[in-house]
C-alpha cells in the first residue's frame, strides 16, 4: 500500500478507526488485531514498523515500543469493503504480552507441535538481542558463523551415529539439538527455518 491510497479507505464506518488483522509474513499465522487511525497508518508506512492507535490511552503506538519486539511490515492490503486492513509483517519476538508468539495462542492447532520451530526462532532472536547472562544462543552465536557451523556439523554427525548405534529417543534427542543448532545458522544468515520448508514446498511443486 502507498501513502497515496490511504484516502480510499473507509474511514466513516469505524469513526476513523480501521481494525488491521496482523498476519506472519512467513507462517500465516495470525498474531494480533488492533487498530489504525490515519496517522497511525501514515507512520506505520512511512518507517516500515507497525504502529496502533490505542483507544485506551487515546495515542499512536508502536507496537515494541517499550519491549524491542516490533512488527516490521511486509505489506498491507485492504478487503474488498476498503474498512479493514491486513498487514504482513516479520515480528521480533513474542507479540502477545504474556509471551506467546500471538495473541491467539489458545486457537492454535493442539496438535501442530511443528508451529513450535516459529517461536523457537523467535526465542533464538531474543537471546541474541538481549544476551540474558549464562545463554548459550547468544554465547554461541558471539562466536561467529565458523563456530555456529562447525557445531551444526557436529550435531549431524551425531544423528547419523545414533542412527546406526542407539534407540529412537537418542536419535529424536540428537535430531532436536540438530534443528536447534541448525536454526540458530539459519538466524545468523538471516534466513529462517520457513525458508528451508518454502524450498521443499517449491521442488514438491515442480515434480
Known amino acids: 500500500m502507498k501513502i497515496g491510497a490511504i484516502a480510499g479507505l473507509d474511514w466513516d464506518k469505524g469513526g476513523g478507526l480501521l481494525p488491521a488483522i496482523v498476519q506472519h509474513a512467513e507462517t500465516g499465522t495470525v498474531l494480533m488485531l488492533g487498530y489504525l487511525n490515519r496517522a497511525a497508518l501514515e507512520r506505520t508506512l512511512d518507517d516500515g514498523r507497525v504502529t496502533f492507535y490505542s483507544r485506551s490511552r487515546e495515542r499512536l503506538w508502536t507496537k515494541g515500543e517499550t519491549s524491542g519486539h516490533f512488527l516490521s511490515v511486509v505489506s498491507i492490503t485492504t478487503d474488498c469493503d476498503r474498512d479493514t486492513l491486513l498487514i504482513q509483517a516479520r515480528p521480533a519476538g513474542p507479540v502477545c504480552h504474556t509471551g506467546s508468539p500471538s495473541c ?27 544476551q540474558p547472562e549464562g545463554s548459550y544462543t547468544a554465547r554461541l552465536y558471539a562466536q561467529g558463523p565458523r563456530r555456529i557451523a562447525q557445531k551444526v556439523g557436529e550435531e549431524g554427525v551425531e544423528v547419523a551415529l545414533a542412527a546406526v548405534t542407539a534407540d529412537d529417543a537418542a536419535v529424536v534427542a540428537e535430531s532436536a539439538d540438530l534443528l536447534y543448532h541448525l536454526a540458530l545458522l539459519l538466524k545468523q544468515r538471516g534466513l529462517s527455518l520457513t525458508a528451508a520448508v518454502n524450498e521443499l514446498a517449491l521442488r514438491h511443486a515442480s515434480r
Request: proline share 4%; charged share 35%; aromatic share 8%.
Open 104 to 130: 491467539f495462542a489458545e486457537a492454535e492447532p493442539v496438535g501442530s507441535r511443528l508451529a513450535f520451530l516459529e517461536r523457537l526462532e523467535e526465542v533464538i532472536a531474543q537471546r541474541i538481542a538481549e
